[in-house]
């Protein structure tokens, strides 16, 4: 039985579970609700709740479970020489299910699988010919763990099924037999609810947690094959596959830096100006179509921005500025997509910074008005520093998108890294170095590939620090307008 097919089985289990506590509930009142502490609909989704929700979390962990479970069995068959060298257990992992996956197809056409697994080449071919791709030639090894993994698979998926049909029953069961006239049903729902609500809160902060620690490891890995002090106070760029790497971090540091601020040079003032034309100035018939024609930049793909910083930005920056002034003739710089990441990152600006200014209340604004100030005045004294806060954030959302890119810097400005204050030079940034370190045909563990977590942890850290200088900014001026 598939997941999907079981989680429906929950639902619907759990669906007949809210029917049922409704008409019990009715019945135990003989019909007459108002003897009811709660509406016959709370005891219905008090039943649905506690019939339905327990089983889906353990179909949840199961399936998070499952896998490592799996995985840890699957290396337990393995020998030495299935791992090659500049390999890793996770890259034979990952052949295994695709083995695992091929032998199932070719069960599922009729194929002998048990004849196939004594001839490694034989089912190499027949792989083949049901369109698996391997990484590796199978190995006796590689074929005891996949037959392993589907063993496994099978017995694990009848067990969940099993157990979360009984989970099912049994919570539903016990819901229905505490449903007397007496029974506080709309708390009983409530504090489940809350319950709920504390979960979902907490899944963003460990999944924060998770891809801290998945980044720390691996970064801890790298830096037990590179020495952290040449990749923090080195400043050149140079990976080599194979050994001889230098793998300084400034220079991409820099240039992340430098592109950032030059988009938050562009979106800033626009957005911001842009949102305070909108919020106080424009009318509602030029406010209904402009906010609109502004919001399309942040549905543009950033493809699309890239190929316009290629072919239009790049070009005419270099024809009519780098070089006529001697900058460079290079159309790949950090002002072309420092000027087509601000254009994107307007709409950030501008829609946040908008809100925010129409949520400053109009008794501010009529107190000042009162006072003889003019609309600018009272803009630029009152609506403003009101307001700041959640610019801030808008900002910092801007700063947050611009730092991420990768698309238009790859288009835009090249992936060159050096240190250089010219903005007409060809630069790279942390983004676009992570995507190249990990593509490829390369050496997984190797530090030329390793350097890519190293590369994340340290832009992870730049934006918590981000968000950390927003928020003292923001805690400080709350402060002094309270």
């Keep these: 039985m598939s997941t999907g097919v079981l989680c429906l089985i929950i639902v619907m289990l759990g669906i007949a579970g809210y029917v049922l506590g409704q008409r019990r509930a009715v019945a135990s009142a003989a019909g007459d609700i108002r003897k009811l502490h709660s509406l016959p609909a709370f005891y219905g989704r008090i039943t649905f709740l506690m019939a339905a929700v327990p089983a889906l979390l353990l179909v949840v962990i199961w399936m998070l479970v499952q896998p490592v479970i799996i995985e840890q069995r699957a290396l337990s068959l393995l020998v030495a020489s299935d791992i090659p060298a500049g390999s890793s257990p996770q890259l034979v992992i990952a052949d295994v299910h695709r083995l695992a996956d091929g032998l199932t197809r070719i069960e599922a056409t009729g194929g002998d699988t048990t004849a196939l697994a004594k001839d490694p080449a034989k089912l190499k071919a027949a792989l083949a010919a049901a369109g698996v791709v391997m990484g590796h030639d199978p190995t006796p090894s590689t074929i ?41 049903a709309r708390n009983a729902t409530e504090q489940f609810a809350m319950v709920l609500l504390i979960a979902a809160s907490l899944i963003a902060v460990l999944t924060t947690v998770g891809i801290v620690l998945s980044l720390l490891s691996e970064t801890l890995h790298f830096f037990r094959l590179y020495p952290a002090q040449n990749f923090f106070f080195s400043t050149v760029w140079n990976p080599k596959f194979g050994g001889g790497s230098d793998l300084g971090i400034w220079p991409l540091v820099w240039g992340t830096l430098y592109v950032s601020v030059i988009s938050l040079l562009v979106a800033v003032p626009i957005g911001l100006m842009s949102a305070i034309y909108l919020a106080e100035y424009a009318s509602k018939r030029t406010r209904s179509w402009v ?166 942890l340290t832009l992870f850290t730049f934006t918590l620090c981000l968000n950390i200088i927003a928020l003292v900014i923001v805690r400080k001026y709350r402060e002094q307008y309270e």
Excluded at 153 to 167: C, E, I, N, Q, T
Excluded at 425 to 438: G, N, P, R, Y
């Design 144 to 184: 005891a763990a996949a037959e392993a993994t589907r063993g496994m698979a099978r017995v694990s998926g009848v067990w969940l099924a099993v157990l979360a049909l009984v989970l099912v029953v049994t919570g539903g069961g016990w819901a229905l037999s505490r449903i007397v006239p007496t029974y506080r």
């Design 291 to 456: 906010k609109p024609a502004i919001e399309v930049l942040a549905g543009i793909p950033t493809i699309v921005y890239g190929l316009f910083a290629l072919t239009t930005v790049g070009p005419m920056l270099r024809d009519w500025i780098a070089q006529p002034l001697g900058f460079g003739n290079s159309a790949s710089s950090v002002m072309t997509a420092g000027l087509v990441m601000g254009i994107m990152v307007i709409p950030f600006v501008s829609s946040l910074s908008d809100d925010i200014i129409n949520a400053v209340p109009q008794s501010l604004r009529d107190g000042s008005l009162g006072l003889g100030a003019t609309p600018s005045e009272t803009i630029r004294q009152v609506v403003l520093p009101a307001a700041l806060p959640g610019i801030v954030g808008a900002v910092l959302l801007a700063a947050s998108r611009a730092i991420g890119e990768t698309m238009i810097v790859v288009m835009g400005a090249g992936a060159a890294a050096k240190l250089s204050l010219n903005p007409f030079e060809a630069m790279t940034t942390v983004t676009v170095k992570i995507v190249s370190q990990l593509t490829g045909d390369t050496e997984f563990g190797s530090p030329e590939t390793l350097v890519a977590f190293a590369l994340g």
